[in-house]
């Protein structure tokens, strides 16, 4: 272990993850550090670490992330990173899993059956099962298997998962070994039903567990849903536990759950775009495999600190995304760096209480024309932001 915690997990449809974090002590999660109406700046005290919320964590499935050394993730402010307890429970094949995935075939009471990329069988994983393997990994945040399905899919469907992902979370309870030095989250499932939503929620908050995962979205669900049932969960979630929205990596999307009160966050979004040639940037992204980027002697952003963009420029880089493995290194390093200092400002504009500033500036460097979206104006009036001069619609010329 080095300067960050090593947080690994089971998943299925993307949802249950758990931390490494050897502790005798549980995990203090002190929100005396600084708040704005709903957004809170944190510390999570971990023994590795003291990790400074709102943070973002990004997932390398087999406790490393492609192509970065630990010390290239010391170097950026990398303070969690995000494994698989489901492949590295499968280290065998876990390569060739990580490229495939591995494929729900059956979810049943009992639980969740994927059928191995590997060998072409079928592997239950059951609630038990899963706080074994986390058990035995030594995780002291684990996370509860959950019943997921996609939030696009409408029906009895959904209220069948999220009372299901309820009494699975009894078994999870009932199976840990480790209560003392390891700390079991919950997840909230329910769709986009606030319904169950709340059901789901007031039936975890029940069982005083010492965080919460806000599970089940960034599946293909609209923005606007997206954003509500964020709001909807950290609303109703204690206030003294830590609150994380899991699978989201857009730097838009963490904005706007930190305004409404989330803490913690996970995708393979930044380092998957960069194996595809695109930074990330203030202003968005950019895609170095365009031919513009051939004769552009320009840093990917003159504004980062990172080591990428001291060295290299977007012509360099653009001749190594084309032909060359290092290329996707350099702009994984380059993405999660961009992320890291992310996370920092949004902690540090919070405690400073310039946060309506930054998401303010934040949002005209994304959309200097003022094409604010819709939903993100929509967020910040529940969040107590005002965002008006950042909108077109909202200018004094309209």
């Not at 050394?69 to 170097?75: K, M, S, Y």
Request: net charge negative.
């Amino acid at each position: 272990m080095h300067g960050w915690t090593w947080w690994t997990g089971v998943r299925h449809h993307g949802n249950s993850l758990t931390a490494v974090i050897k502790s005798p002590n549980g995990v203090s999660f002190d929100l005396v550090v600084g708040r704005f109406n709903r957004a809170r700046a944190a510390q999570l005290t971990l023994p590795h670490f003291v990790c400074q919320t709102p943070l973002f964590m990004p997932v390398g499935t087999q406790g490393t992330i492609k192509g970065l050394t630990n010390n290239q993730l010391e170097e950026i402010g990398c303070q969690i990173i995000l494994g698989n307890t489901y492949h590295l429970a499968l280290r065998p094949g876990a390569d060739l899993i990580d490229e495939w995935g591995a494929f729900t075939t059956d979810i049943t009471e009992k639980g969740v059956t994927f059928q191995s990329p590997v060998d072409g069988k079928p592997m239950l994983l059951t609630p038990e099962e899963s706080i074994q393997i986390q058990n035995k990994i030594g995780a002291d945040i684990i996370m509860a298997l959950d019943d997921v399905v996609k939030t696009t899919i409408t029906g009895p469907r959904i209220e069948e998962a999220m009372y299901r992902t309820l009494r699975w979370m009894d078994r999870c309870i009932a199976a840990h070994q480790k209560p003392e030095t390891q700390n079991l989250f919950g997840i909230v499932q329910g769709g986009l039903d606030p319904v169950l939503r709340d059901i789901c929620v007031r039936g975890l908050v029940e069982r005083n567990l010492p965080g919460y995962a806000i599970g089940g979205l960034a599946g293909g669900e609209d923005k606007d849903s997206f954003w509500r049932v964020v709001a909807q969960c950290t609303a109703a979630l204690p206030e003294d536990k830590p609150r994380y929205v899991m699978g989201v990596g857009y730097p838009l999307d963490i904005v706007v759950c930190s305004a409404l009160g989330a803490d913690m966050y996970d995708c393979v979004y930044p380092t998957r775009t960069a194996r595809f040639g695109t930074a990330l940037i203030p202003e968005g992204v950019l895609k170095l495999k365009n031919r513009a980027m051939a004769n552009d002697e320009r840093p990917i952003d003159p504004t980062c600190p990172c080591m990428v963009c001291k060295t290299y420029t977007r012509a360099y880089l653009h001749c190594l995304v084309t032909k060359d493995a290092m290329g996707s290194q350099l702009l994984s390093y380059h993405n999660l760096s961009y992320m890291m200092k992310l996370s920092r400002d949004l902690h540090t504009s919070i405690v400073e209480g310039c946060f309506p500033e930054f998401v303010r500036g934040f949002l005209r460097t994304q959309f200097p024309k003022g094409d604010v979206p819709e939903w993100v104006c929509n967020a910040m009036e529940v969040a107590g932001i005002d965002i008006s001069s950042c909108c077109a619609s909202f200018s004094p010329s309209h």
